[in-house]
């Protein structure tokens, strides 16, 4: 499925971007507000986004939204860390 927005020529406008990015940060922002509110995992979200994922875990970081973070996946990470599957 392909969800078309359409944004009014004078909201574009009062973007102060050029044309030619006005479309990358629209996706770029749906996927942060998506990602924050828990509805896009964080591979869906960078996708959304269009670029690579160290940039949008970056943007994250600058907007401090925080990543979501249980005991499960520390256990995971610490287990990977100490080189056991």
Do not use: C, N
């Amino acid at each position: 499925m392909l969800i078309t927005v359409e944004i009014p020529d004078e909201v574009v406008k009062g973007m102060h971007l050029p044309a030619s990015d006005a479309q990358a940060e629209v996706r770029k922002e749906i996927a942060l507000a998506l990602y924050a509110r828990g509805l896009l995992s964080i591979g869906k979200a960078t996708e959304l986004a269009g670029v690579p994922r160290h940039d949008f875990e970056t943007v994250l970081a600058k907007r401090h939204v925080e990543r979501p973070y249980d005991a499960t996946e520390l256990e995971r990470d610490l287990a990977w860390a100490k080189g056991e599957k």
